[in-house]
Nanobody, 118 residues
Framework: QVQLVESGGGLVQAGGSLRLSCAASRNIFSINVMGWYRQAPGKQRELVADITSGGIPNYADSVKGRFTISRDNAKNTVHLQMNSLKPEDTAVYYC????????????WGQGTQVTVSS
């Protein structure tokens, strides 16, 4: 089991920046992949970025060059630095943990709203 708590969402103007954080209730070395997903109204949830336990990041094409995902292993936290934000980045952002042990389990945070005004 792992609990995920997101923070850092808010309202920002286009071109601005926000930093999201996801605090995990267990050592993130034991989590195979941690990621950020987002869901805009009327749209499916989509991957924004994820990062493996080894520190290898992966980004959606729509955010490459603007967003950076990172891990703070000492604080069991994953961050998403979002720069050059666009109105189309507006969504609820969810933290995700993928754990492959005896079984495969996926955990979600409660979500944090990001709103980018034009």
């Amino acid at each position: 089991q792992v609990q995920l708590v997101e923070s850092g969402g808010g309202l920002v103007q286009a071109g601005g920046s926000l930093r999201l954080s996801c605090a995990a209730s267990r050592n993130i070395f034991s989590i195979n992949v941690m990621g950020w997903y987002r869901q805009a109204p009327g749209k499916q949830r989509e991957l924004v970025a994820d990062i493996t336990s080894g520190g290898i990041p992966n980004y959606a094409d729509s955010v490459k060059g603007r967003f950076t995902i990172s891990r703070d292993n000492a604080k069991n936290t994953v961050h998403l630095q979002m720069n050059s934000l666009k109105p189309e980045d507006t969504a609820v952002y969810y933290c995700n943990a993928f754990i492959r042990e005896v079984t495969i389990n996926t955990y979600w945070g409660q979500g944090t709203q990001v709103t980018v005004s034009s």
